[in-house]
């Protein structure tokens, strides 16, 4: 029945609609009013917010368009839903009418929401005026506020004014906009061909003749921007702070998230060198490869099909058609331009864009988002790409990729960016737009909303369901745009457009980055992307910027204004004001002949007295006749602060200063200076002493007044002092009873004392040539600096009675004013400062060395010509020297003369006023401008501090006194911003004024940088991040690239005391001292590569003395050139015994030694027998049958029984050499420990924290949570986080005690001697709480019991089983909890032991104490009964022990005289005496007097004792100082440090070691991904000569071995001996060939899980079909070198020989590159597997045989190619690419060129030999003499990076399982070595890893073996290895080699071939004849045989798995 489905449908429809409308209305309408609210109320989840449907597009629903729009059958409401919402929502129910706004024309359905959203109200009341629901204005509404109501809307009269003013003006410009966007819209999807009336909606045929979902064009449009309503980032920061998500309490986001864990690194390793534009792309934009139709469409062919009404059938003809159309425009188009960007020079792109007609930005702009929406692109089918396109580069077989397609626009745009200057604007504005939109929430950059998911359009939604961020195309493009412009920097600003730029400043873009990382609004990927646009928009400026500003004063407002007062102080022109510090109070004096005294506050002030001037007391004179300017009065407080001077012609004025009548004096002739002494007399001076006031006057006379009291003063001319007609300029006094200074008109000065002496008195100096203008005495009195009318202050002092000129410190121009700093020198070296201003503006900062006599010294030099016109602020390099006098600072902030300078008291800032009344505050911590303040008209006259309130100013054309309120505090608020804006000055970057987000961000970085550290530090030091975030990296190379790190990383303390330790209760180091370590890292990396000074935080610890001209060739970098760094580095790893400290250990050892323990000591040995291995031991570790040795350098060995895996060997094989521990190396090892009994256990303490643990895991004694046994050192990852300082191992359990005084206990749990107050076993160690009050130093566990002992050694307690009273508590009951010893309190424990069943305590006074088995405690038979209570061993009473050391049964003990006494069990001669008899009493072992013994060890049955002296304990977290000893000579290969002498190499190695420690703690900061690294500025300084890979040979290994070791470790799979199985065809059947082994693994193996590889050994297990071996290890090795077999001959194509090879010239003939035309996707699938190989030989440590070209390695390292690199591989085509470069050179012009050059287009020669284009397209372009610069240029970069693509996909692979960034550290070499191990099979180290079975290593069989196997050359014993291990390699390093190589006699036949076993490493030999026979039989075997085969019973086994058919493999 048609009606009532029709309703049904209708209904359907209806309420869906309603409900989506309903939805879409609520929404809007919150969003409108949070916007206007602005703040953002948590969203409802349900809520479909951010549907960003821009205006509502209302369509009008009847009956007729009802049916047509859900015609058939509809799926589910669902889908109509999924068709509408997405697109325009439509109105239902009540279908209202559509209204006309009467303000902007618009037709709109909901009126009211059109109304509240694009006209808002004023919020006053709306005079009752407002709007009907149908849009008519009315009059007499209930009141309220304009812009509220429902469904009317009131809005008031002047607002409706104010809208349609703006609707007239609006009309003229939309005209115009809406012509451009109707020539876009041309390019628009066919949909919008065919008029949107005549579609009617076909259930079955969608896409042919439904309704086109056009939401990513109208919606997410980026060229329609609406101006009014957006916020354009220039706003007041405080307005923009609620949209971006900010308040007052969160002042920054949230730190930036990790997405998950990355313990490898491997979601940075992915970004490889590519061109940066792409791998921008490629990080934000992944996403956006969108596959259509993805999700079950009905194909095109199965629609048409479902037409059958004509009608339609046409309409989608022609749709389709149109379609087509379009699509092959754009294609043509895209294809066209991407020819054009790869191709040609940027100037052939220009004419190419215009001829394309695609000079409009907004054109390609638009293309682009049709790019990224995947609506336009290159053609998708790989047929109808030319070969040609195949092989290029840039664009490869997946050409669809709407990358790529937008990298071609993107670099379309760039260049119509750079050429005109008005697409640049608009790209500028377009990109700020969609940032400030992006960070304010207001378009939807991400889709992660649930409810939004489901309504995406189809293609996108498979994307969304992978709970991926999907981003927006549009913002895909915005991203796009801005990494090209953050790229091109200052560049696209033409000159031109001078004042535009000006008007918004370079920082346009800057500030909307900045507000996207401040936006809370954003993902963390976005904040993430942001921060690194950011930093490269900055490094671009600074690397265009040539100029250096001319000032740094902040005229144009960047900086936060500090608030002013304003004194009016007097009637006419203020002269001068002076401080009374004694009294607080300023004194001002006017030319209205008053002075003014005043009280000054922070926030106020008072007048407190005016002193009115007296000419003399007869004459009456008016006051009026005084303001004559050319009589300045001069004024000066005394020192009291009770009297006020002053001067005027011929009188002296002395005011009281609390009123009372003035005094007056008349002079004989006019006054020209006044002093009253600085300082009071040495006595402290009552209440009426007096107070002298010295008059200088114009003849040269000088007069004293002597004030009494106030109306009683003295007058006497000191007549002694007079000079004749000589005006006398200025006096400086500096206290009573000292000498005063007086300087006169003529440059002179004398020195003289207010009382006549006989001889002597006076002293007159010559000074300088013209007029003193001001002198100062220094804050101590000793130093008098003069000043004079010319370039040179100088510095004059008393020596030895004689006055001298210390220093001349001569400027670049006339000096102007002095100051003094008021603080005196402190700390050890004491310096004074002082500040000079220049007439040219310069003011200059100085430190000077307080005591004369230092200075005496270097007193003649005088400094010329120090100043550098360039230098801004900052000297250039450190400091200039004249003598010890330092310019430090160098201030810019005048372009007029400065005419005062002034100090705060604190001595942080610095004040200087010049002409134009222009005053610069400075800050003196880092040179930068704090302030700039415009006082008024005319110059600065004075600048005086006012402690606590700032700066007060006069100026002369001014009648007030500024009072700038610049608090310390105020200071220390707005430093941050001060800092960076003068950094960013110097790098050219103006406008931070126009620039509000980022300012607010830059003030903000500290805080960012301090939460977002700690937010990661936690995750990258427990390794669950192997480094730090990019946005982490990009806000510290910020904050280093804006000189932050200096203000934050050093204490707030004025500069001439920066060498005084800082005041540790107003400064914590420590806040910022991961910042400081990371600066002082990237800049001594920068000295290093550019051969530079170190910076000054660069100081070298333990630096043994060196004379000073040795020091500072040490320390300059420019000496130490060609190598000679990496060849001490490169000397110090090769050969460190050269290096090795104190000579050798003597160690001797003694006992039992059948497991080998003893080493080649012997097996049975009953005295102390010298063994010479252990000859480097630092500790030697007697353990369960096993010995370790701990060397100098950290590296653990260890030797003896191996059951159990407790020689952390991997295996449980006896050992009986020493040999390295392979699982800890890379780490220093400070401690060990180990069990004597039980199954045997050990654990390691590392200097950077780490515990480890292995052997026997029963009762979860490792700490590892189960009780699994470890056979390699595991860390204990339960311990993170404590910083744990000493261990001990018992029999069962375990213990550590921690630095902060904890304990804790893991184990077994019987007897309670985990002190738990229980029995029970505890699997991961468990803190002591019973001891929680204690500071707990030292634990000792032993068979059942345990001791501890307090920090400071007065407690000792005792826990565990009782028996014999070996818990000391007078009986024998077990305890489960800690019991007090009494007897052991209080006397001064040092260290406590426990054995079997005794223990044994030793006392700081050198007494030893036992207790417990009465047999074994050291005590005569009569004491022993009181067992179970410490006693004192009496034959030990009058000796002082040093040392104790307990083994399961038997004690030794240390003298101080180097004597051992033993005692206790002695069944194998454990005690060293020569014999086996138990021993009661301590006894001397004589055979180790005098052989100066300085450490014990005992184990269960065996005792060591050696001579390297202990190392003194170490505060947890301080590394071991690094010893080196001097090496004898300089090896021969080190050549060129032959002219340097041993002890300049030694401290030059300690500062590379320094500078690796720095690396080591710094390198997860640095940025080390080479795209990133175009060029060096500021911000990635240092980083670049790593990232170029000059730096890397001079770092230490440990710098890569520890963090490397470290995350393998962290993700190696546990518990498991090989990973999952793989099945391999060898033999070929029924005649068909097997594929390659390698492409078999390879398919098998990418498909895995990458974490199920990262195994110790065998990655996966391999099943040979019908081959009869079972893998052990062997196959796995077998398989492996045949694919590296296969790889190198050709069997798989991926390798190819180098060039050179095939030429037979040059280097690396043997050596292969990767295949650059293996680029389809299965190739490279190969690629990435090759790459899981090269991780699994890392991991594993069992090297390829594989030999690649240097340039590979190079590339696998992220080092860029240079052409020397490839000169190596192929020589003829460099020296063919270089004969055409310089062709002019034989003789060839334009005309005959193409006779000579056989090429005539843009084609090269590949790698492989093909010739292809060197540019896509590059068939076309021609050749010509004129380009062939060109042409050469663009061979060679297509040779450097044609196997970029590989070489990603390898390193992909490479990134499964090893922490692959960290290859930016490792050089070439190094990695090869890492990858392929030793290329030589050397002998000797097979002897060294020999075990011999059956057989004795003196057997004639062995010998001739070995004689065999010196006989074979390389390539033989290549083979042999294959034989006998199925390796063709052995690893570089010989502790890596996990197994050893066994020799093993067999009965077979006499001269029968030798047979092995390569699971094992076993070679099976049976007799033979003669040496030649054995060769000949050995020859033949290893050249013949090949298969792996077990015996036969497993052939029968195998065969009926051999399942699957033949073609899979």
């Given at each position: ?623 009026s006749n005084l303001g004559s300017p050319s009589d300045p009065i001069t004024v000066c407080w005394s020192v009291s602060g009770k009297y006020l001077a002053g001067a005027f012609e011929k009188t002296v004025n002395i005011w009281q200063v609390n009123g009372g009548k003035g005094l007056l004096d008349i002079q004989p002739h006019w006054v020209s200076a006044l002093a009253w002494p600085e300082e009071g007399p040495a006595v402290t001076w009552t209440s009426d002493s007096l107070e002298r006031l010295l008059i200088g006057r114009m003849d040269g006379s000088l007069g004293l007044i002597e004030v009494v009291d106030a109306s009683t003063m003295h007058h006497r001319e000191l007549e002694h002092c007079y000079r004749k007609e000589v005006a006398v300029t200025c006096i400086a006094w500096f206290s009573e009873d000292r000498q005063f200074a007086v300087g006169y008109t003529d440059g002179k000065l004398i020195i003289g004392t207010t009382e006549p002496l006989e001889k002597g008195g006076i002293v007159l100096i010559d000074a300088h040539k013209d007029i003193l203008v001001s002198m100062k005495w220094d804050p101590t009195g000793q130093i008098l600096m003069t000043c004079a009318k010319e370039e040179t202050v100088k510095l004059w002092a008393s020596i030895a009675g004689c006055w001298r000129c210390l220093y001349s410190l001569s400027h670049p121009s006339v000096v102007n004013g002095v100051a003094w700093c008021s603080l005196p020198g402190k700390g050890t070296s004491l310096q004074l400062m002082l500040a000079t201003g220049c007439q040219n503006g310069l003011v200059c900062v100085w430190t000077i060395p307080q005591d004369a006599m230092t200075m005496l010294h270097s007193s003649s030099s005088s400094l010329e010509g120090w100043w550098d016109p360039e230098s801004n602020g900052k000297m250039k390099e450190g400091c200039l020297y004249a003598g010890e006098a330092k310019c430090i600072y160098q201030l810019r902030g005048h372009m007029t003369p400065v005419r005062t300078v002034a100090f705060s008291s604190d001595g942080l800032a610095l004040v200087s006023g010049g002409l134009g ?1093």
């Open positions: 029945n048609a009606v009532t489905r029709r309703q049904k449908f209708d209904l359907a429809a209806r309420t869906l609609l309603a409900g989506a409308v309903g939805l879409y209305r609520s929404v809007q309408a919150h969003r409108n009013q949070s916007r206007r609210e602005g703040i953002t109320l948590q969203q409802d989840p349900g809520a479909l917010y951010d549907c960003n449907l821009d205006e509502e597009l209302e369509i009008d629903l009847d009956d007729e368009a009802m049916e047509a729009m859900f015609g058939q059958d509809l799926a589910s409401d669902n889908d109509i839903l999924g068709m509408w919402i997405p697109e325009h929502v439509c109105e239902s129910e009540d279908r209202e009418e559509m209204v006309v706004c009467e303000l902007c024309e618009a037709s709109v359905v909901s009126f009211n929401q059109h109304m509240k959203r694009n006209h808002p109200g004023c919020g006053r009341s709306a005079n009752r005026q407002g709007y009907r629901s149908n849009g008519s204005y009315v009059d007499g509404w209930f009141g309220g506020e304009c812009g509220s109501g429902n469904p009317y809307y009131l809005l008031c009269g002047s607002c409706r004014e104010k809208f349609l003013a703006l609707k007239s003006k609006t009309k003229a410009s939309t005209s115009e906009r809406c012509a451009v966007c109707e020539n876009i819209k041309k390019l628009r999807r066919p949909g919008d061909v065919i008029t949107r009336a005549a579609l009617r909606y076909k259930g079955q045929a969608p896409d042919l003749i439904g309704k086109q979902d056009s939401v990513y064009e109208e919606d997410w449009d980026m060229l329609d921007v609406d101006e009014d309503e957006k916020l354009t980032g220039e706003e007041e920061f405080e307005f923009l702070a609620g949209p971006l998500g900010l308040n007052d309490r969160r002042v920054v986001p949230e730190p930036v998230q990790f997405l998950d864990s990355d313990p490898l690194g491997a979601s940075v390793a992915m970004i490889t060198a590519t061109n940066s534009m792409e791998e921008t792309l490629m990080q934000i934009g992944c996403h956006g490869s969108i596959e259509r139709g993805s999700s079950g469409r009905i194909t095109l062919g199965e629609q048409a099909a479902a037409l059958l009404n004509p009608h339609d059938r046409v309409m989608a003809l022609r749709r389709v058609t149109a379609a087509t159309q379009v699509l092959l425009a754009r294609t043509m188009v895209m294809r066209a331009l991407s020819l054009l960007s790869v191709s040609g020079s940027s100037c052939s792109l220009a004419a190419g864009l215009e001829s394309l007609g695609l000079t409009d930005i907004r054109t390609l702009v638009r293309l682009m988002c049709l790019a990224a929406a995947g609506r336009a692109g290159l053609s998708t089918s790989p047929s109808s790409l030319s070969s040609s396109m195949e092989r290029s580069r840039g664009v490869h077989s997946k050409t669809s990729k709407p990358i790529s397609c937008l990298a071609y626009l993107s670099t379309a745009v760039g260049c119509l960016a750079s050429n005109t200057p008005s697409a640049a604007k608009l790209l500028v504005q377009l990109c700020t737009q969609n940032l400030i939109s992006a960070a304010t929430g207001v378009n939807l950059t991400t889709v992660d909303d649930p409810v939004q998911r489901k309504l995406l359009p189809n293609f996108l939604r498979g994307i969304a369901e992978e709970n991926k961020l999907v981003t927006s195309p549009s913002f895909v493009v915005t991203q796009a745009l801005v990494a090209l412009l953050a790229d091109k920097g200052a560049k696209l600003r033409p000159n031109s457009d001078k004042a535009e730029s000006e008007k918004r400043g370079p920082l346009e873009l800057a500030n909307a980055l900045a507000a996207c990382c401040l936006s809370s609004r954003l993902s963390s990927q976005h904040r993430q992307w942001a921060a690194q646009q950011l930093v490269r928009t900055l490094a671009a400026h600074d690397r265009d910027n040539q100029t250096s500003p001319q000032t740094f004063a902040d005229i144009s407002g960047d900086l936060r204004k500090c608030s002013f007062i304003k004194l009016e102080a007097h009637q006419n022109r203020v002269i001068t004001s002076v401080w009374c510090n004694k009294k607080a109070l300023l004194a001002t004096s006017g030319n209205d002949g008053t002075i003014r005294v005043w009280n000054v506050t922070k926030n106020q002030y008072s007048l407190l007295q005016t002193c009115v001037f007296n000419k003399d007391s007869c004459s009456e004179e008016t006051l009344g222009l005053m610069n505050i400075w800050s003196l911590r880092d040179g930068s401008v704090l302030q700039t303040v415009v006082t008024g008209s005319g110059a600065v006259q004075t600048t005086i501090w006012i402690p606590d309130v700032g700066v007060a100013a006069c100026s002369s054309r001014s009648k007030d006194v500024l009072v700038v309120n610049c608090t310390s505090e105020w200071i220390s608020s707005s430093h941050i911003l001060a800092t960076c804006r003068t950094a960013l000055k110097q790098q050219g970057v103006l406008g931070l004024n126009m620039a509000p987000c980022m300012r607010a961000f830059l003030e903000r970085l500290p805080i960012m940088l301090q939460e977002q550290y700690a937010y990661e530090k936690p995750h990258v030091v427990c390794g669950d991040q192997l480094v730090h975030s990019a946005y982490m990296q990009c806000l510290a190379s910020l904050a280093v690239g804006l000189n932050l790190d200096q203000l934050l990383s050093n204490p707030p303390v004025p500069p001439h005391h920066k060498l005084c330790p800082p005041d540790p209760s107003n400064w914590n180091p420590s806040e910022w001292a991961w910042l400081e370590c990371f600066s002082t890292t990237i800049k001594a990396a920068e000295a290093l590569a550019k051969g530079a000074q170190f910076p000054d935080s660069f100081s070298v610890p333990d630096l043994e003395p060196v004379p000073e001209d040795e020091l500072r060739f040490l320390m300059d970098n420019s000496k130490w050139i060609n190598g000679m760094d990496e060849q001490i580095m490169s000397w110090a790893t090769s050969r460190p015994e050269d290096w090795h400290l104190g000579g050798k250990c003597d160690v001797y050892l003694w006992g039992a030694g059948r497991h080998g323990q003893l080493a080649e000591a012997g097996r049975n040995v009953m005295v102390p027998t010298a063994a010479p291995s252990f000859s480097q031991a630092q500790q030697v570790i007697c353990g369960q049958n096993c010995t370790f040795v701990i060397q100098a350098n950290g590296t653990v060995l260890a030797c003896g029984e191996g059951s159990y895996g407790r020689l952390g060997q991997g295996n449980s094989d006896d050992l009986h050499v020493l040999t390295v521990i392979s699982a800890l190396q890379g780490f220093v090892v400070t401690q060990l420990v180990t069990s004597c009994g039980s199954d045997g256990h050990s654990m390691a303490l590392t200097e950077s924290g780490e515990v480890f643990s292995w052997g026997d895991g029963d009762y979860g004694k490792l700490g590892h949570g189960n009780s699994d046994r470890q056979r390699r050192p595991r860390q204990i990852e339960a311990l993170q986080g404590e910083e744990v300082v000493q261990m001990s191992c018992g029999f069962k359990h375990s213990a550590v005690v921690t630095a902060d005084g904890k304990l804790f206990t893991f184990g077994n749990g019987d007897y309670g001697r985990l002190g738990l107050g229980n029995t029970s076993n505890k699997k991961l160690p468990e803190r002591v709480t019973t001891l929680e009050g204690y500071q707990i130093g030292q634990v000792a566990c032993g068979l059942n019991h345990t001791l501890a002992v307090s920090t400071d050694g007065s407690m000792v307690w005792a826990f565990g089983d009782g028996d014999y009273g070996k818990l000391g508590l007078g009986n024998s009951t077990a305890k489960s909890s800690p019991q007090k010893v009494d007897i052991l309190c209080g006397i001064g424990i040092k260290k406590v032991a426990c054995g079997t069943q005794f223990s044994v305590a030793l006392t700081k006074d050198g007494h030893v104490y036992t207790f417990g088995q009465d047999r074994l405690i050291g005590l005569p038979e009569g004491r022993a009964r009181n067992h179970n209570r410490p006693q004192q061993v009496p034959v030990l009473s009058g000796i002082f022990i040093e040392d104790i050391a307990v083994g399961a049964e038997h004690t030794l003990a240390l003298s101080s005289a180097g004597d051992v006494y033993a005692w206790g069990s002695n069944s194998e001669g454990q005690l060293g005496l020569g014999h086996t008899n138990h021993v009661r009493e301590p006894t001397l072992t004589t055979v180790l007097q005098g052989k100066n013994i300085r450490q014990i060890s005992a184990g269960r049955c065996h005792s060591a004792a050696w001579t390297a002296p202990p190392v003194p304990p170490r505060a947890p977290g301080v590394s071991v100082p690094l010893q080196l000893g001097l090496p004898d000579m300089i090896p021969p290969q080190y050549g060129s440090l032959k002219e340097v002498s041993a002890h300049t190499v030694r401290a030059r190695l300690r500062l590379l070691y320094h500078f690796s420690d720095l690396m080591y703690s710094s390198w997860r900061l640095l940025n080390l991904s080479p795209n990133n690294q175009n060029s060096t500025s500021h911000y990635n300084a240092g980083t670049w000569g790593i990232v170029q890979g000059q730096l890397r040979p001079l770092l230490a290994p440990r710098v890569y071995t520890l963090p490397m070791v470290r995350s393998i470790g962290k993700t190696m799979v546990q518990g498991k001996n090989y990973g999952p199985q793989i099945t391999v065809k060898r033999i070929s059947t029924r005649g068909r060939k097997c594929k390659p082994i390698f492409v078999q693994i390879a398919r098998q193996v990418v498909k895995l899980n990458a974490s199920d590889l990262r195994l110790p050994s065998r990655a996966w297990k391999v099943k040979l079909v019908g081959e009869g071996a079972d893998d052990a290890g062997g196959v796995f090795d077998d398989t492996i070198t045949e694919m590296c077999q296969e790889l190198e001959t050709g069997v798989v194509d991926m390798l190819i020989p180098s060039p050179n090879a095939t030429a037979e010239v040059g280097y690396n003939r043997d050596r292969f590159l990767f295949n650059p035309s293996s680029c389809l996707e299965e190739h490279l699938m190969q690629f990435k597997f090759l790459g899981i190989l090269m991780g699994v030989a890392i991991r594993t440590k069992k090297p390829l045989d594989l030999h690649l070209a240097p340039m590979v390695w190079k590339q696998l390292c992220c080092i860029p190619l240079i052409l020397e690199d490839l000169e190596e591989v192929d020589l003829l085509y460099v020296q063919t690419l270089n004969s055409i470069l310089h062709i002019e050179d034989s003789g060839i012009t334009e005309e005959n060129f193409h006779e000579m050059i056989p090429i005539d287009s843009f084609v090269g020669q590949s790698a492989d030999g093909k010739m292809v284009p060197i540019i896509p397209g590059g068939n076309s372009i021609p050749l010509t003499f004129s380009n062939r610069k060109e042409y050469v240029e663009r061979a060679i970069e297509y040779r450097l990076h044609e196997m970029d693509r590989q070489v990603a996909a390898v390193r992909e692979g490479m990134s499964w399982i090893v922490p692959v960034p960290l290859l930016s550290l490792l050089t070439a070499k190094q990695l090869e070595q890492m990858v392929c191990g030793m290329p030589e099979i050397s002998v000797d180290v097979l002897k060294k890893v020999v075990r011999y079975r059956e057989v004795d290593e003196q057997h004639q069989l062995v010998q001739w073996f070995w004689q065999t196997l010196e006989e074979f050359s390389n390539e033989e014993r290549v083979l042999f290895m294959r034989f006998v291990s199925g390796r063709s390699r052995l690893p570089a390093n010989t502790a890596d080699i996990s197994q050893r190589f066994q020799i093993m006699k067999v009965d077979r036949p006499y001269d029968s071939l030798p047979t092995s076993q390569t699971c094992f490493f076993q070679l099976r030999l049976p007799p033979y004849s003669s040496q030649l026979i054995m060769a000949e039989r050995l020859r033949y075997a290893i050249n013949n045989c090949r298969s792996i085969d077990m015996d036969n019973y497993m052939l029968s086994r195998n065969v009926d798995n051999a399942e699957g058919s033949d073609t899979d493999y």
